[in-house]
């Protein structure tokens, strides 16, 4: 248990983590990814609204100016260039082509080397074939605009940029990983720490619990047999037989408390060998049918022949006898009880569905917590703990098993064990 706590815990640190890490790591590089296009937009507006061109004379105007009273002058239309400097013209490679009627009519490739005019026209033909205004094609960016001569598009390189991009990316991805791994080798480390007082107090309690347990067995061996011996001398009345059947409840209780505590310290099966489990199931519903019939409840069995299982036996009939005993506490007056157990492949299923009442719909897998008890006065009266159910779920999970309840909209509940 202490274990599987520890790993959920570490699941648990290890996925906030993850979370954080990825969230940061996105919004870092998705605000680098929007910087990167949104200087490539603004570079493309400053050549739209200038035919293709940089104006650098203006440029080397607001150089001078710059200079003179460190404020970046206005443009003549009321437009400043406070988001590029004076070198931009000459730092920017770009081009541009002018298509029209489907044809190019022209080229101005003077700011860029990497592009001749057959590569030029094949970027503009392809942009024109896909429809888009705006975008990337390889590592140019680009905008589609109007012109005199009919359609001009013009390219921004960005390769730099598109690097500089990718270099952080995948830093960022390596960092974060980094990060991880360390903070997963922290937490392994600390939770070992954290955890072991946790497991040092729930060993104690299941060793105060078996020690109980033990302890608890001699009074109600003593008291058993001094109820008996008063009935030998006094007869048996209504005090003695309810003073014997609480030392039987106590005493089923205890044992089921040291089972459940065992499999807590050593959840393997003790021992295990090959039996027929049809058999088995056979006994066990034979042993209920004559407080079945006390009970005017009847029981459905459809046991197939001949299943061999390999595990512990007496583990196993006690886990087929606490769902049967379940299911006739706790089924509805004159209900029947039906119970299967059939191949599924490699695997084995154990369905038990009765009538019971006062159960949502849905999952009842709380039932298997220990002395979880849905209803108090009901249990008081049919003499339930809430352990049984919980031993159960040990006994299937020691076998490396399943088990799940249900209830549908009818009120029938269905447990299903699968081994």
Known sequence: MIKNLRKRFIFAAMASTFGVLFVIMSILNIANYARMVSRADDTLSELVDNNGQFDRKDFLKEKVKTNADSQPPDKPDGKSNDKFSPETPFQTRYFSVVVSDGAVESYSLDNIAAVDESEAESYALKILGDGSDSGFTDIYRYRVADCEDGTRIIFVDCRQELESFRNTLVYSVGVSLLGFLAVFMLVLFWSKKIFKPVAESYAKQKRFITDASHEIKTPLTIIDANTEVIEMVNGESEWTKNTRDQVKRLTALTNQMVALSRLDENPEPKEKAKFDLSDVAYEVIDHFSSLSEVRGKKISADIEDGIKYVGDENSIRQLISIL?????????????????????????????????????????????????????????????????????KSIVESHKGRITARCDGDGYITFQVTL
């Open 324 to 392: 049967v005993d379940n299911a006739m506490k706790y089924a509805v007056e004159s209900a029947d009880i039906s119970i299967s157990l059939k191949r599924d492949g490699r695997k084995v299923k154990f369905v038990l569905k009765n009538l019971t009442d006062g159960m949502e719909e849905g999952s009842q897998d709380i039932l298997f917590e220990r002395f979880y008890r849905p209803d108090s006065s009901r249990n008081s009266e049919t003499g339930g703990s809430g352990i049984g159910l919980s031993l159960a």
